[in-house]
C-alpha cells in the first residue's frame, strides 16, 4: 500500500475547526511534516514534528502523533477562507530515502472552508 | 534571497517535441529535486541530486533527464514530448539537517501541456 495516506477532501465551515488526518507506514520515520499548497503555487512547509512528540501547537495549528497507531493530524482553529488550500502530509527517515526521495508525500486533502 | 526560481511558468509542447525546464535556487542547499504533480494523485519524484555532479532517478525518471553542473541548477530535460507528461512540474531544494530534518522549499511550477 502506499506509505502515506490522506482523505481526499474536507469541508468546512467558517470559523469552525478544521482536522485532517494522515496515516504512515514507516515506523522509523524520524520527522512528520505538513505542507501547504495553495491554487497555482508550489508548496509550503506549515509545521512538523519530530516523531519522539505527541504534540506540537503553533498558533492556531495543532499537530497530533500517535505513534502506536501512526496517525498523524492537523488541526486548524477557527478556519478562514484563507485557509483553503491541498495540505500535504509528509515523513522523513534518519537514513537516506533513495528513489522515493528524502520525504515521503501523501496524496493531499483539499481543504474548501465555505462563508 | 529569491528561493527557488522556475522557468517556463507555463508551455505547450507538440508531441516529439523537446525542452527545458530550468530551476535556481539560491540558498546554496546541495539536494534539489524534481517532482511532477497530476491531479488527485500527489507528488511523484523524477530525478534528485545530492550535490553538483551527481544525479539519480526518482520514482518515474523514464522520459526526462537532469544534469547538476553547479550547485545552483537543476534543469530538466524532456526529449520527445508524449502527451503523458502534461503535467505540472515542481523543481525543490533543501539541506538535511541531523536526524533527518529536512525543510524542502519549492519554487512555483511548470505547467506543461502536450498536445
Known amino acids: 500500500g502506499e506509505d502515506v495516506e490522506q482523505s481526499l477532501f474536507l469541508s468546512v465551515r467558517e470559523g469552525d475547526s478544521s482536522v485532517i488526518n494522515c496515516t504512515y507506514t514507516?515506523?522509523?520515520?524520524?520527522?512528520l511534516y505538513w505542507y501547504k499548497q495553495e491554487p497555482g503555487a508550489g508548496l509550503q512547509l506549515l509545521t512538523y514534528?519530530?516523531?519522539?512528540?505527541d504534540m506540537k501547537q503553533d498558533q492556531r495549528l495543532t499537530v497530533l502523533l500517535n505513534k502506536k497507531d501512526k496517525h498523524l493530524s492537523l488541526r486548524i482553529a477557527d478556519t478562514q477562507t484563507g485557509d483553503s488550500a491541498i495540505y500535504f502530509c509528509?515523513?522523513?527517515?534518519?537514513?537516506?530515502?533513495?528513489?522515493?526521495?528524502?520525504?515521503?508525500f501523501g496524496k493531499g486533502t483539499k481543504l474548501s472552508v465555505k462563508p | 534571497n529569491a528561493g527557488v526560481t522556475q522557468t517556463p511558468k507555463f508551455r505547450i509542447l507538440k508531441i516529439g517535441q523537446s525542452m527545458t525546464l530550468q530551476c535556481t535556487q539560491d540558498?546554496?542547499?546541495?539536494?534539489m529535486y524534481w517532482y511532477r504533480q497530476d491531479p488527485g494523485m500527489g507528488l511523484k519524484l523524477i530525478y534528485y541530486?545530492?550535490?553538483?555532479?551527481?544525479?539519480d532517478k526518482g520514482e518515474v525518471p523514464n522520459g526526462y533527464n537532469v544534469s547538476r553542473s553547479t550547485t545552483e541548477d537543476f534543469p530538466l530535460r524532456l526529449e520527445l514530448a508524449a502527451p503523458s507528461q502534461t503535467s505540472v512540474y515542481f523543481c525543490?531544494?533543501?539541506?538535511?539537517?541531523?536526524?533527518?530534518?529536512?525543510?524542502?522549499?519549492f519554487g512555483p511550477g511548470t505547467r506543461l501541456l502536450v498536445l
Open positions: 541530486s545530492v550535490g553538483a555532479g551527481i544525479t
Open positions: 540558498m546554496n542547499h546541495n539536494y
Open positions: 525543490a531544494s533543501s539541506n538535511r539537517g541531523l536526524a533527518g530534518l529536512e525543510t524542502q522549499y
Open positions: 509528509a515523513e522523513s527517515k534518519a537514513g537516506y530515502g533513495g528513489s522515493q526521495g528524502n520525504l515521503i
Open positions: 514507516d515506523s522509523s520515520s524520524t520527522y
Open positions: 514534528i519530530f516523531s519522539n512528540m
